[in-house]
């Protein structure tokens, strides 16, 4: 017996240094992408990419960009089913800006951002500056409401000055003494 108890203890310890098993609770970000990639010989769908690298925060969302023209490998549009391969350039339009990303690892399912970040070179522009303009118009609470005063101030700050009077009417003419069509009075 107590032989084939070594042979269980043999078993667990290649099984814990070849990195295939426990990828999930290991440290080392080369082995949980690895078993987060595809079998040898298989290739990923490029919204399932874009997902698992954390372009996009979820699966649909890619496909959704993909069929709406905002992801581009290698120059072409595509399909969210298209295959990605070590190499490609993939192009994403979201969120406003634009990321330009050379795949180095093909992986199909999530993992953590630092284990993503490695999975592809980021070729992006610089996203563009935040506006450090200070907010117009922000008003301390339990201020209470605006006086006349206040208010002309905080819409000519904000650039919605209505003109030098403030009333836009024309003329109380067209609110005249009661119903329509009623000329003679009766």
């Given at each position: 017996?107590a032989?084939?108890?070594?042979?269980?203890?043999?078993?667990d310890?290649?099984?814990s240094?070849d990195?295939?098993?426990g990828?999930?609770?290991?440290?080392d970000?080369?082995?949980?992408?690895?078993?987060?990639?595809?079998?040898?010989?298989?290739?990923?769908?490029?919204?399932?990419?874009?997902?698992?690298?954390?372009?996009?925060?979820t699966?649909?969302?890619?496909?959704?960009?993909?069929?709406?023209?905002?992801?581009?490998?290698?120059?072409?549009?595509?399909?969210?089913?298209?295959?990605?391969?070590?190499?490609?350039?993939?192009?994403?339009?979201?969120?406003?800006?634009?990321?330009?990303?050379?795949?180095?690892?093909?992986?199909?399912?999530?993992?953590?951002?630092?284990?993503?970040?490695?999975?592809?070179?980021?070729?992006?522009?610089?996203?563009?500056?935040?506006?450090?303009?200070?907010?117009?118009?922000?008003?301390?609470?339990?201020?209470?409401?605006?006086?006349?005063?206040?208010?002309?101030?905080?819409?000519?700050?904000?650039?919605?000055?209505?003109?030098?009077?403030?009333?836009?009417?024309?003329?109380?003419s067209?609110?005249?003494?009661?119903?329509?069509?009623?000329?003679?009075?009766?």
């Amino acid at each position: 017996m107590a032989s084939d108890d070594a042979d269980v203890d043999k078993d667990d310890e290649q099984d814990s240094t070849d990195g295939t098993s426990g990828a999930r609770g290991s440290a080392d970000p080369v082995s949980a992408a690895r078993a987060a990639g595809p079998s040898s010989g298989e290739s990923v769908r490029v919204d399932s990419w874009i997902w698992s690298v954390r372009l996009v925060k979820t699966r649909s969302m890619g496909a959704t960009a993909c069929r709406g023209g905002h992801v581009r490998v290698n120059g072409e549009r595509v399909k969210p089913a298209y295959a990605v391969r070590v190499g490609d350039e993939v192009r994403l339009r979201h969120d406003g800006r634009e990321r330009v990303v050379v795949v180095k690892r093909v992986i199909r399912k999530r993992v953590g951002a630092p284990i993503a970040a490695e999975c592809y070179v980021d070729n992006s522009p610089p996203p563009p500056p935040r506006e450090a303009v200070a907010p117009a118009g922000i008003r301390d609470r339990g201020a209470g409401r605006p006086t006349k005063r206040d208010r002309r101030e905080l819409e000519r700050l904000r650039g919605l000055a209505l003109g030098s009077s403030g009333f836009s009417g024309s003329s109380g003419s067209s609110r005249s003494s009661g119903r329509e069509g009623d000329a003679d009075g009766s």
